[in-house]
């Protein structure tokens, strides 16, 4: 089977759920191998060759991680010169839609972004047109470059190889122009990362300010959720904008979402409604996030979500 590589997600070597998720969907296209960025390699590649990468490609040099996204495309160029994949999956982030973007200019390739799955025969599933409309997709030129949201594909465990392979790239001068000059860990909660969380509860208007996403957080945390927020929410700074789901937001796509006084604007719809569940907390029985909903409930969030807060607690005690 020809290779499928996979541009691997990580912090420090502790790889993230979306990486294990591309790797498992990977196998179900072809022969996986990771593309590792950066130290700690030897830390991650028990859990690489856990989820079916047979081969690792490991490039560790500073100037591939000093540098912006150019080094990273440049790398995977060589790759895909060099080793012809089948296809190459990034997680579907900032930073891994402008790495396919540039690795599909180097490589004469068509690209890509946003699948929420991926066939046997490289047909991508997108929501596109702010999530109102779903279509498959099919790279014509070249490698196929796809980037993935996180959940899209559960992760499987299928051990493999992993076998360690060093590799190398000599950077353009365009490539290290733009150079990284201080980075800022940001202190990391208890709650699990927006993007990546299977369970997400969002606040949105109806929240009525900052004071209200209390009872928001709560029901999060009682579920072991991640915290959103609708545009309108952060806007107004009643939430960091780092939470905000939507268009110009972040994308998630978890096991379950539940909306609490959000209206349904076409702009949160896009950014969630790929969600495999969707429950609604809404006053208003005409809003539009009704449409989605796969349970709803008509009624005012102060008083349904600490009932439902204090009910999961009696469940889980």
């Known amino acids: 089977m020809a290779e499928i590589l996979v541009l691997i997600d990580h912090v420090d070597g502790s790889v993230k759920k ?3 998720e591309l790797l498992t969907l990977a196998g179900s296209l072809g022969e996986p191998a990771a593309v590792y960025v950066g130290a700690g390699a030897d830390a991650a590649l028990p859990t690489l060759a856990e989820y079916g990468a047979t081969t690792v490609y490991v490039a560790e040099a500073a100037d591939l991680v000093d540098h912006v996204v150019a080094p990273k495309a440049e790398l995977l160029a060589q790759l895909v010169a060099e080793k012809s ?3 190459v999956l990034i997680p579907s982030t900032a930073e891994g839609k402008e790495i396919a973007g540039r690795l599909a200019v180097k490589t004469n390739s068509g690209v890509i972004t946003d699948a929420v799955g991926v066939s046997a025969d490289f047909v991508a599933t997108q929501s596109i047109f702010g999530g109102s409309t779903i279509v498959q997709s099919r790279v014509t030129t070249g490698t196929p470059i796809i980037t993935v949201r996180p959940n899209s594909t559960p992760p499987q465990a299928a051990p493999a190889a992993g076998t360690r392979q060093d590799v190398s790239v000599a950077l353009s001068p365009a490539a290290t ?4 000059t201080e980075r800022v860990t940001e202190e990391k909660g208890a709650r699990p990362e927006l993007a990546e969380a299977a369970i997400v509860v969002s606040g949105g208007r109806g ?3 900052a004071e209200g996403f209390d009872v928001i957080e709560k029901l999060a945390d009682s579920l072991g959720a991640a915290v959103g927020a609708s545009r309108a929410a952060t806007d107004a700074g009643w939430y960091p904008h780092q939470y905000q789901v939507g268009q110009t937001g972040k994308t998630v796509s ?7 006084g959000i209206s349904g604007a076409i702009q949160h719809r896009a950014g969630m409604q790929t969600s495999k569940t969707i429950i609604v907390v809404n006053k208003d029985p005409e809003a539009p996030i009704f ?3 796969d349970y709803g409930v008509v009624g005012d969030l ?3 979500v600490p009932q439902l807060t204090e009910e999961i607690g009696k ?3």
């Not at 978890?254 to 609490?260: E, G, K, R, S, V």
């Open 18 to 20: 979306v990486s294990l």
């Open 85 to 87: 994949p089948a296809a």
């Open 177 to 180: 122009a733009a150079k990284i």
């Open 207 to 209: 929240v009525g300010g």
């Open 254 to 260: 978890p096991q379950l979402y539940i909306a609490n």
């Open 291 to 293: 449409e989605l909903a």
């Open 302 to 304: 102060f008083n349904v």
């Open 315 to 317: 469940r889980k005690g």
